[in-house]
């Protein structure tokens, strides 16, 4: 399976570029709730396609996500194929057993060996949690910022009009249809606050499908491996300086609080809320199918 790092640099790049455009609108705002001054924009100035902006570039950065989210799903069910073919064992030790002579098998016929697959897996998703997590933490507090600013507003709009003609005025510009434009710069925020609470939906959503997927993998992993042996000096199966952003994970799997049972139910609501938020990018993908728990290719695209 390839990995996905590439396209992961890039949308960290894209998203570090909507942050700053929403940084700046979040500050201009916070400059205006404290000087009750909201900016007199040109008369052919759109004050609304900042936010615009940021809507269409989050879109598409969304649908990228989403993508390399799937990818990662597709993995995990690639590696896990073998086990879904073979016989069903009636223990674990001949589950293990029997997987690693497959395992071995393919190996030998060229094929990347399940365990080669999850790596790469884990790796893929530990990078985009690294990503998402934190931004979807700093998205609430931006979010928070700028709906105490519009109340602060919302409550001073006679002022922001007054102090808007008094602006103009001391310019010696005639300003006509202050409280218009001041109501047009409320909803501009407005705009943003909505902008941003959809952003947070979106980033649940594929918060949520990532972290089943990591679960999956890390939980199948330790199935196909050999445990960890203390006598010889090995004490955990993943090392967590390699995983940083998946060893709350790592150690539920060592603490053996991960379940089978508990992951699949969860995932099938995680993915009904993944494919319908994201139905009309996954539908297009080459091999959309496997993507959605059947079969495919798209976790060798």
Not at 133 to 150: I, K, Q
Request: with cysteine; net charge negative.
């Amino acid at each position: 399976m390839k990995s996905g790092r590439d396209g992961i640099e890039a949308l960290q790049a894209t998203l570090a570029d909507i942050d700053r455009d929403i940084d700046r609108l979040v500050q201009v705002a916070a400059e205006v709730a404290r000087q009750k001054s909201v900016p007199d924009l040109p008369e052919d100035a759109d004050d609304n396609s900042g936010v615009e902006a940021i809507a269409v570039a989050w879109d598409a950065a969304c649908r990228k996500l989403a993508i390399l989210i799937a990818r990662v799903a597709a993995g995990v069910d690639d590696a896990m194929r073998p086990l879904e073919e073979r016989p069903q064992p009636t223990g674990m030790e001949r589950l293990k057993l029997g997987l690693r002579v497959l395992l071995a098998l393919q190996w030998r016929r060229g094929r990347p060996s399940p365990a080669d697959t999850l790596r790469v897996v884990l790796a893929d998703a530990d990078r985009l949690s690294g990503m998402l997590l934190p931004r979807r933490e700093r998205l609430a507090a931006v979010r928070h910022s700028l709906e105490s600013d519009l109340v602060e507003l919302g409550s001073h709009r006679p002022l922001l009009a007054d102090n808007l003609a008094l602006a103009a005025e001391r310019e010696g510009r005639v300003l006509h249809g202050a409280a218009v434009l001041a109501e047009q710069y409320l909803q501009t925020i407005q705009d943003l606050v909505r902008n941003l609470n959809a952003q947070l939906g979106a980033m649940n959503v594929l918060v949520n499908k990532l972290t089943i997927e990591a679960e999956r993998a890390i939980l199948l992993i330790g199935i196909i491996l050999p445990h960890p042996n203390p006598a010889a000096g090995t004490l955990r199966l993943f090392e967590t300086k390699n995983l940083p952003h998946l060893a709350p994970l790592v150690d539920l799997h060592e603490k053996d609080m991960l379940s089978s049972v508990e992951i699949e139910r969860r995932k099938t609501v995680i993915d009904s809320r993944f494919f319908a938020s994201f139905s009309d990018v996954l539908d297009n993908l080459p091999g959309a199918d496997y993507v959605k728990g059947t079969n495919a290719e798209v976790g060798h695209a």
